[in-house]
């Protein structure tokens, strides 16, 4: 099963989590600061319906974590890792974030890199973006999003100074989609069980 995955274009991707008949019950997101998240609640519900729980507390789930924190976070459908994180407080636990069965979307470019989670040799880089150029269609994250001339458009303007990977390929996962125009890693997928590149020593957690 897929377990694992990083994007920025997260309005389009929950459209085709939606659309593509994938169903959760409670969703926690990882955050440094809830106030900046306070439109994920309402957007979710909007979306995958007003039964979900979404989980946005500060600070709760910094490392090191707690027995309890553990334990929610391993309970829960769906993990999202907000870009209001500082990475620095996640280096502590890297093997349990990584071994999580629970599925998770990682927003931070700054997480994904080989000084912290290391799904990604390398670090980072900004781009200005209004859309993402899609590698593989049918991955179903994509599921109901409409894809023109192999683009989905993100934003209706530009957007500058997003934090993107600034590596070409997804070691050994799928690479999903690019910036429109930079061929760097922005949406990518790991099966449960795979290293995320050779020589990275993380496996995808999963059943």
Not at 44 to 60: A, F, H, M, R
Not at 91 to 119: Q, V, Y
Request: with cysteine; charged share 20%; hydrophobic share 40%.
């Amino acid at each position: 099963m897929c377990r694992r995955l990083t994007c920025l274009a997260f309005a389009a991707l929950v459209l085709g989590l939606a659309q593509s008949g994938w169903g959760t019950t409670k969703i926690v997101i990882v955050t440094n600061n809830p106030g900046d998240e306070a439109a994920y609640t309402p957007f979710l519900q909007n979306i995958l319906g007003y039964d979900i729980t979404v989980e946005v507390q500060d600070d709760k789930y910094i490392d090191p974590l707690g027995a309890a924190a553990k334990a929610d976070l391993r309970a829960t459908n769906l993990i999202i890792v907000s870009r209001r994180t500082s990475s620095g407080n996640f280096d502590a636990e890297i093997e349990f974030w990584n071994g999580l069965e629970t599925p998770m979307i990682l927003h931070s470019a700054f997480l994904i890199g080989d000084s912290r989670w290391r799904w990604m040799p390398g670090g980072n880089e900004n781009v200005d973006l209004t859309r993402v150029s899609v590698f593989d269609q049918k991955d179903p994250i994509l599921g109901g999003v409409t894809i023109t001339d192999g683009q989905v458009e993100i934003f209706s303007a530009l957007v500058p100074g997003l934090d993107v990977s600034n590596q070409g390929s997804a070691g050994n996962g799928t690479k999903v989609a690019t910036p429109a125009g930079r061929d760097k890693v922005m949406i990518a997928r790991w099966e449960a069980g795979t290293e995320y590149y050779p020589g990275s020593g993380q496996i995808a957690g999963g059943p």
